[in-house]
């Protein structure tokens, strides 16, 4: 399904969109069309970034913790 959007945009951005769209040889819809689409992957790989990011913290964490844990037992074992 397609939708209708219509946006307001200031004279300076819209000869930026028909210069660039003119320069690609495409239509300034299929332009528009384009950037939205490249800014929407952006914040996709930014998102997932952060989640890679907090899951490597929390690994890093368990990972302190359980090399705390052999530390001691190497240095106080149990036999």
Known sequence: MKSLLSIRIDDKQLQAVKTNAHRLQVS?????????????????????????ESASQRVREESLRVNQEFGRIEHDPED
């Open 28 to 52: 300034q819809t299929e332009y528009v069309k384009r950037a939205i689409e490249l800014l929407n992957q952006k914040i996709e790989r930014q998102e997932r970034k952060q989640r890679l």
